[in-house]
């Protein structure tokens, strides 16, 4: 019994020396907290660089947007095609989507080999043998006879500027087929497709595989808003915030970004933490200088890596007792299956022997112990690089959300994710550790990313319907220019109308004269009061105005709230609040006792007499006063003053508020004659030639004209293009008929 404990401690004692012995040799392969907290934010940085128009050039973060704009609701339906190229294997499915409230689907796949020869060869090659195969596909699925959408997965950065089209920026991985750099791959395919005569396929959607992935995740939990992928390559895409896309029009809403964060430190971002066998493994690469953050996480390269680290250990005689084989020497001979093997919890040590042995380097029992841990610190060391660029777009997640604690779905898809023993745990591990005020669920994509392709087109499937329906809604919304034209000719004979004194009564636009006769020259100057009533806020402003040379505004004022039992009430109520607020904005402002020129924008249609003189022609806007209409309201204004018996203002005009707008941009603009409101209400004035107002005396000069304009249409004029809904806003307001 004591020799079993001896010969056990030995053996850990054993198995412990060549850890630290590894540990110490690849000492900067061991990532700490710290580091990767250090990465994490050099990331977040290249992403933001990434989303800039102006940074975007010089970001190797690409940041590309997908016009992926909504994930799946569960409502989608219908057959779909879709094509995965971007692996070691190509894959064609056929998905059937149930909206049966189950969010059910139906897949079926056939897989076809990627050879050398085609993925290395020419870009017509290429395309000619995916379209081969979807249509071998097609054949044995009977769906020959059938028209059916396309959803394309491809795996390479592409830039996008519609969701069916994509250019290659760059091959990546082992992909090198020539002549389709810069070019549009899905009319690539297209084209590829039309000469199978005996097919009809609709290439819908062009997608990234991590864009898929999170897609096909998407579908089972809604909660998905992240893709990655751990595979021959590493990439993730996320859903970003429109107004933070500085590369596409919009702000609302959001939109998929394919960040392809391969290509993370290229820029020399990571030369602190790439050591000399991620250098030595670059230069013999097919793209050397390119993916560097990929070549330190994807399987593609970690075999390699691997394999860089024992040679060398060997020639320094670390291992094998420095003996090296033919086969140790020979690019390719690790790959990732076998550091999966070796890493294997029970049986690793046994397959790391047997591993070690088909490659001619007969490896004693500490051999096999050092090497398998080998394979553990290069597998360790892309776990945290990927926990590290995963944390970064799970900050920003939240940080979008303003959120203190973010809960979210991971979608993840790729076979060194799939296929390695340990991997799932620790990147789960340090990504809980690096962002501990998120919350994260990772999904693991049961059918691949291409099935993804397929849901991306199904959803464009399912918004094309709704914008359909939607469009079919507001179509009595769409003006053409013929319309248009008729609008304006209409609104032209109305306004001749109002100018004229035998037409003027039965005008529905009143163009009223406001008596304003002149624009401001620059000249004006003193301190002046101002109110402003017309919506559901009343303003009081102290105006100062200085002339000459150092020629300047400054505006004081104060808002107060006009509440709706006053704007309803009766007129004498609301003349006295608007008094009361006059009274507290003096005292605040200390000018209680100056009688100061007061000028009153007032906002409802007003026949004037002159321009301190306005009787109200009526309430607009949700106000209904009673005792107010076919009064002067500026007569209104001075009894409410004089009941209060407080202060005295000299009360010189009253205006509309176009004609305020008109006057404050007339003082920076002296070609300014026209003003225009588009708010609560809408109105617009303008100066009219003198000549042409029949209805004030009068032939020389201009006036500022008041058009009402708001009044337009009711006499119905204007049915034609009025629509239900129209119809329904003005049957429940407060002044049905009126206003249209």
């Given at each position: 019994?004591?020799?079993?404990?001896?010969?056990?401690?030995?053996?850990?004692?054993?198995?412990?020396?060549?850890?630290?012995?590894?540990?110490?040799?690849?000492?900067?392969?061991?990532?700490?907290?710290?580091?990767?907290?250090?990465?994490?934010?050099?990331?977040?940085?290249?992403?933001?660089?990434?989303?800039?128009?102006?940074?975007?050039?010089?970001?190797?973060?690409?940041?590309?947007?997908?016009?992926?704009?909504?994930?799946?609701?569960?409502?989608?339906?219908?057959?779909?095609?879709?094509?995965?190229?971007?692996?070691?294997?190509?894959?064609?499915?056929?998905?059937?989507?149930?909206?049966?409230?189950?969010?059910?689907?139906?897949?079926?796949?056939?897989?076809?080999?990627?050879?050398?020869?085609?993925?290395?060869?020419?870009?017509?090659?290429?395309?000619?043998?995916?379209?081969?195969?979807?249509?071998?596909?097609?054949?044995?699925?009977?769906?020959?006879?059938?028209?059916?959408?396309?959803?394309?997965?491809?795996?390479?950065?592409?830039?996008?500027?519609?969701?069916?089209?994509?250019?290659?920026?760059?091959?990546?991985?082992?992909?090198?087929?020539?002549?389709?750099?810069?070019?549009?791959?899905a009319s690539s395919l297209r084209k590829a497709l039309q000469k199978h005569k005996d097919i009809d396929v609709d290439v819908l959607a062009m997608v990234n595989d991590t864009v898929g992935t999170m897609m096909t995740c998407g579908y089972d939990d809604p909660r998905c808003e992240v893709g990655l992928i751990i595979g021959t390559g590493t990439n993730a895409c996320y859903m970003e915030e429109m107004r933070h896309i500085d590369l596409v029009e919009g702000d609302e809403g959001r939109m998929c970004i394919n960040t392809e964060w391969g290509a993370f430190g290229d820029d020399g971002a990571l030369d602190d933490l790439r050591t000399e066998f991620d250098r030595e493994l670059d230069l013999g690469s097919l793209n050397p200088g390119k993916q560097l953050f990929e070549k330190m996480i994807s399987s593609l390269y970690l075999g390699e890596l691997v394999r860089l680290i024992l040679l060398k250990m060997t020639k320094e005689g670390l291992l094998f007792n420095g003996k090296v084989s033919a086969a140790l020497l020979t690019k390719g001979k690790i790959e990732m299956k076998h550091v999966s093997a070796?890493?294997?919890?029970?049986?690793?040590?046994?397959?790391?022997?047997?591993?070690?042995?088909?490659?001619?380097?007969?490896?004693?029992e500490d051999d096999c112990i050092a090497v398998q841990h080998v394979c553990t610190i290069v597998s360790f060391r892309s776990a945290n690089l990927c926990a590290a660029a995963l944390a970064a777009i799970l900050t920003r997640l939240r940080e979008n959300k303003k959120l203190l604690r973010l809960r979210t779905t991971v979608g993840i898809d790729g076979g060194l994710y799939k296929t390695h023993p340990q991997y799932p745990k620790r990147l789960h591990k340090v990504v809980r550790r690096l962002v501990p005020n998120c919350d994260v669920r990772f999904l693991l994509s049961q059918s691949g990313s291409a099935k993804g392709a397929a849901m991306v087109t199904a959803v464009a499937y399912r918004l094309a319907a709704q914008r359909k329906q939607i469009d079919a809604v507001l179509a009595?919304?769409?003006?053409?220019?013929?319309?248009?034209?008729?609008?304006?000719?209409?609104?032209?004979?109305?306004?001749?109308?109002?100018?004229?004194?035998?037409?003027?009564?039965?005008?529905?636009?009143?163009?009223?004269?406001?008596?304003?006769?002149?624009?401001?020259?620059?000249?004006?100057?003193?301190?002046?009061?101002?109110?402003?009533?017309?919506?559901?806020?009343?303003?009081?402003?102290?105006?100062?105005?200085?002339?000459?040379?150092?020629?300047?505004?400054?505006?004081?004022?104060?808002?107060?709230?006009?509440?709706?039992?006053?704007?309803?009430?009766?007129?004498?109520?609301?003349?006295?609040?608007?008094?009361?607020c006059i009274a507290d904005f003096l005292e605040y402002m200390g000018i209680k006792g100056a009688r100061l020129p007061l000028g009153f924008t007032f906002s409802f249609p007003c026949r004037q007499a002159s321009i301190d003189k306005g009787t109200l022609v009526g309430w607009t806007?949700?106000?209904?006063?009673?005792?107010?209409?076919?009064?002067?309201?500026?007569?209104?204004?001075?009894?409410?003053?004089?009941?209060?018996?407080?202060?005295?203002?000299?009360?010189?005009?009253v205006v509309n508020d176009t004609v305020g707008t008109m006057m404050t941009c007339g003082y920076e603009d002296p070609n300014c004659e026209i003003g225009l409101i588009a708010g609560t209400g809408s109105n617009v004035c303008y100066m009219e030639d003198m000549k042409n107002i029949e209805i004030v005396e009068g032939n020389e000069g201009k006036m500022c004209i008041n058009t009402e304009w708001g009044g337009f249409g009711d006499n119905g004029c204007i049915d034609n293009i009025r629509t239900k809904y129209d119809k329904e806003v003005d049957e429940g307001s407060l002044n049905a008929g009126k206003q249209r």
């Open positions: 019994m004591f020799a079993v404990h001896l010969l056990a401690f030995h053996f850990a004692k054993l198995k412990e020396d060549q850890i630290k012995k590894v540990d110490r040799y690849l000492y900067h392969m061991r990532l700490s907290d710290d580091v990767l907290l250090d990465v994490m934010a050099r990331f977040q940085a290249e992403m933001v660089k990434g989303l800039g128009r102006d940074t975007n050039p010089t970001a190797t973060v690409k940041m590309l947007p997908s016009f992926v704009r909504s994930l799946p609701d569960g409502s989608e339906k219908g057959d779909f095609l879709a094509v995965d190229l971007g692996g070691s294997q190509f894959r064609a499915l056929e998905v059937k989507v149930f909206n049966d409230g189950r969010q059910s689907s139906q897949l079926e796949s056939k897989f076809y080999p990627t050879p050398k020869e085609v993925i290395q060869g020419s870009g017509a090659e290429l395309f000619s043998y995916v379209a081969d195969c979807l249509s071998d596909f097609m054949e044995s699925r009977n769906l020959k006879h059938k028209k059916l959408p396309l959803g394309f997965t491809f795996s390479f950065p592409c830039k996008q500027t519609e969701l069916e089209e994509g250019v290659l920026l760059s091959w990546t991985k082992h992909f090198k087929a020539r002549g389709v750099q810069g070019t549009d791959v070796m890493e294997k919890y029970k049986e690793g040590l046994s397959n790391t022997k047997e591993i070690l042995t088909e490659l001619n380097l007969f490896p004693s009595p919304f769409v003006l053409s220019l013929e319309t248009l034209r008729d609008v304006k000719n209409k609104m032209r004979t109305e306004l001749e109308y109002g100018l004229k004194r035998e037409t003027q009564d039965r005008a529905t636009v009143k163009m009223l004269p406001t008596y304003v006769c002149g624009t401001p020259d620059g000249t004006e100057k003193g301190k002046y009061l101002a109110l402003d009533l017309g919506g559901t806020n009343f303003r009081v402003l102290l105006v100062k105005i200085r002339s000459g040379r150092r020629r300047s505004v400054r505006m004081y004022n104060k808002i107060f709230a006009i509440p709706l039992e006053i704007m309803q009430g009766t007129g004498e109520e609301l003349f006295d609040h608007i008094v009361q806007k949700g106000f209904k006063a009673t005792d107010c209409e076919g009064e002067d309201v500026v007569d209104m204004l001075r009894e409410a003053i004089r009941r209060r018996n407080e202060f005295d203002l000299d009360i010189v005009a």
